[in-house]
């Protein structure tokens, strides 16, 4: 159940935003990171305004974000403003933030510890769950496991230091496994060379031989699956898509004001309806966002509200790339123009599976059931 914020929590929210904010002010005229390497630079800059640990529960020394309204309402904004500082930045935040809750909810308190001891010192977190050849398989013996197998799709695979894993047991069953990772010889390349996100540092990883402990068995066999926290935790990766937009927009008002351009009516319906679409979708957001932490929804519920926003999100980004393209001409095609570059990892960002089958799920469950009235 969400838990009113203290006065101690407020302020200490408070400063962590006061924080964000004034690394967005620093970073908008910084230097632009090169698109083929991982943000390290970024990643740091987070990670010294306390971003990577301030995800975790109180009683870890977090803010427990995931735990009110007004918690998700700042998880938001970090998300936010990580896709807006640089799109591979928040997916590898997000993943970072989706390790956290998953251990939140499914570990013991001693495996919350451990993970808290690694955010501690400013460790990356992954999740990986996407299987290489062979797929990643674990076998028990005695108080150890084993395991076998590579993960081909590890975002960010040289800035992660502990990663949350999928495996399939002995009976076939699917379970996670906290892992600590960096060891270079275990490093592969990706999938290929992707059109955009090239930035997030996609790699593989070779877990044959890797032992630990059968106590970083994060929860039960399906845990990984169970909803509505499978389905729900989609809407970070809305925040994040927005941020997408955000600069999108903001770039766009910035070409055309420096071409002196932003005042001709053409070009001011399309920055009024480029504003209509970031913020539709960050109305989405905040919406997914309130119905992932209303504990008295029912799970279909919640599913269907986060699915909804994902498809909002995206739809309202895709409007927005063809939008400024038509405003910039052909300048925003330039490759390595910063309007090109987010406008390439935005769409390649936004390619998650099964976005038919996502909406049409949701329209279903809302075929059936009311509209909730109160979502706060």
């Known amino acids: 159940m969400p838990v009113a914020p203290t006065l101690a929590f407020q302020d200490t929210l408070s400063r962590f935003r006061n924080a964000l904010r004034l690394l967005e002010k620093q970073e908008e005229h910084g230097p632009v990171d090169d698109e083929e390497n991982f943000p390290s630079r970024l990643l740091q800059k987070i990670a010294e305004i306390g971003a990577l640990s301030a995800t975790l529960p109180v009683e870890n ?32 935040l997000e993943g970072h933030i989706n390790v956290v809750r998953l251990v939140s909810l499914y570990g013991s308190a001693q495996q919350r510890a451990v993970l808290a001891e690694y955010l501690q010192h400013n460790i990356l977190a992954g999740i990986w769950v996407t299987d290489g050849t062979p797929p990643v398989a674990l076998v028990r013996s005695g108080n150890e496991i084993r395991l076998t197998g590579q993960k081909g799709f590890a975002s960010a695979v040289r800035a992660v230091g502990v990663a949350l894993i999928t495996a399939r047991t002995e009976h076939g069953d699917t379970v996670m496994v906290l892992v600590p990772v960096g060891e270079k010889a275990r490093m592969g390349p990706g999938p290929g060379h992707l059109t955009g996100m090239s930035g997030s540092g996609t790699g593989s990883y070779d877990f044959t031989g890797v032992v630990v402990p059968s106590t970083n068995i994060i929860g039960k066999p399906g845990d990984y699956l169970r909803q509505p926290e499978f389905s729900a935790g989609a809407w970070r990766g809305s925040a994040v898509a927005l941020g997408g937009m955000d600069h999108l927009v903001h770039l766009l008002l910035d070409e055309l004001r420096g071409r002196g351009r932003a005042s001709n009516p053409h070009q001011q319906v399309r920055i009024g309806e480029a504003l209509i679409l970031r913020e539709t979708a960050s109305m989405w957001v905040r919406r997914a966002a309130m119905a992932a932490c209303n504990s008295h929804a029912e799970a279909g519920e919640t599913v269907a509200i986060v699915n909804l926003a994902r498809i909002a999100v995206e739809q309202a980004a895709l409007a927005l790339i063809p939008l400024v393209q038509r405003g910039l001409g052909v300048m925003a095609f330039v490759r390595g123009r910063p309007v090109e570059r987010v406008m390439r990892d935005l769409a390649t960002y936004l390619r998650q599976p099964a976005p038919d089958e996502t909406l049409t799920e949701a329209a279903g469950w809302f075929t059936e059931h009311e509209w909730p009235k109160d979502m706060t």
């Open 61 to 92: 020394g977090g803010l427990g974000l995931h735990d009110s309204p007004v918690g998700m309402e700042a998880l938001s904004e970090l998300l936010r403003l990580a896709g807006r500082l640089n799109l591979a930045l928040g997916r590898c």
